[in-house]
């Protein structure tokens, strides 16, 4: 592909990104790209809208992705029911990335690093969570409203929060390792304990 | 105080989704040649940095700042060797962009203002973080073929 290349004539930038993709990928690719990343439960119908598919298909879709563990279902406010993805799946997918590209030394050193930086989070602001500070943030902005933290606070906040979601999933990836390591070796174990 | 209370109404929801990033930086490697992403940490990332070989206009090199969290909020942030910068984002503003009637919006170059008055309507309607990103994609490279800032938030391309 040239540098050169004119990018295509298009009348609306949505019509056209969305055209490219629904030339590029199925239905299914599509349904599944969506609900991979919500995280609060949508309609079939949300879903389908997002990825360019009749409701009708990306409910049979959905179902499908349901019974492989791919995505959880419940029954919403009007008894329909609403799909999200399911929070398991979503931890063994990333810790196997993990696994992919990290080896598992480095895996111990960040994890304890990482854990560190949640303890000083908590050291610092004399609170045990994000959320806890988020409230203790608004009662400040209530009592003294002169208070200049707003805007530091809210980036904290969202690194604590970002920091403990990523340990969660690195602390999978460490857990799948460990098991592993027990798992395969017993099956050429030569340390005396298994009777030859 | 309604400085500090308007930073606050317009931060990005939730935590950055590494899942979404990782998507993200997947897309660009197989959407754009010019362009190369890479997550700032691996393990705990914040951000999808996006070097281009090329800038917009004289600009001889630039980078796309990216952001996604776990509510699909974002901010796709352009800056380059010229000190130029532009940024398109999905977040509440509280009603305080008068122009924009939704969560998506566009700072404009050069210097990305956050100016309730100057903050655009954003063309990119879309909410998958496919098509996010190949419409911010298809309009910078517009943008860099006409060699001006004008297509970046313009949704059409006539000919």
Redesign the interface.
């Given at each position: 592909?040239s540098?050169r290349i004119?990018?295509?004539?298009?009348?609306?930038?949505?019509e056209?990104?969305?055209e490219?993709?629904e030339s590029e990928t199925t239905p299914y690719e599509?349904i599944r790209?969506?609900i991979?990343?919500t995280?609060?439960p949508a309609s079939a119908d949300t879903v389908a809208e997002?990825?360019r598919t009749s409701p009708k298909t990306a409910r049979r879709h959905l179902n499908t992705l349901a019974e492989e563990g791919f995505v959880i279902t419940t029954t919403g406010n009007h008894g329909g029911t609403v799909y999200r993805r399911s929070p398991e799946s979503?931890v063994v997918?990333?810790a196997a990335?993990?696994l992919e590209?990290?080896s598992t030394d480095e895996?111990v050193t960040?994890v304890a690093e990482?854990r560190d930086q949640l303890n000083d989070y908590r050291d610092e602001y004399g609170v045990d969570s994000p959320e806890e500070l988020t409230i203790e943030q608004a009662n400040q902005?209530l009592t003294e409203?002169?208070?200049?933290?707003?805007?530091i606070d809210?980036?904290t906040i969202?690194?604590w929060?970002?920091?403990?979601?990523?340990?969660a999933?690195?602390n999978a990836a460490l857990s799948i390792a460990n098991a592993e390591r027990f798992v395969d070796g017993d099956l050429h174990s030569t340390d005396g304990s298994v009777p030859a | 105080?309604r400085i500090?209370?308007t930073?606050?109404a317009h931060?990005?929801r939730?935590?950055?989704?590494?899942?979404?990033l990782?998507?993200i930086c997947g897309i660009i490697e197989r959407e754009e040649?010019?362009a190369t992403p890479a997550l700032d940490d691996?393990?705990?990332?914040?951000v999808v940095e996006v070097t281009l070989?090329?800038g917009l206009c004289s600009a001889e090199s630039a980078r796309i700042d990216i952001q996604w969290?776990?509510?699909?909020d974002y901010k796709f942030h352009y800056t380059d060797s010229e000190g130029v910068n532009f940024r398109w984002g999905k977040h509440p503003h509280d009603g305080d962009y008068i122009h924009v009637s939704g969560l998506e919006h566009y700072h404009p170059p050069p210097d990305a203002t956050s100016d309730p008055n100057d903050v655009e309507e954003s063309?990119?309607?879309?909410?998958?973080?496919?098509?996010v990103t190949?419409?911010v994609l298809?309009?910078w490279?517009?943008a860099y073929?006409a060699d001006s800032y004008a297509p970046l938030n313009a949704?059409?391309?006539?000919?």
């Open positions: 592909m540098n004119p990018p295509d004539e298009f009348e609306d930038i949505n056209a990104v969305g490219e993709w599509r790209h969506v991979a990343h995280y609060t997002d990825a979503l997918e990333q990335d993990i590209h990290v895996l960040r990482m902005t409203p002169t208070s200049e933290q707003s805007e809210a980036e969202r690194d929060q970002t920091t403990r979601r990523n340990l999933f690195a | 105080m500090a209370e930073d606050e931060s990005l939730g935590p950055i989704d590494r899942p979404a990782l998507t040649p010019l691996y393990l705990n990332p914040t070989d090329d969290t776990t509510h699909a063309c990119i309607k879309q909410s998958p973080e496919a098509l190949r419409a298809k309009l490279r517009v073929h949704a059409s391309n006539p000919p």
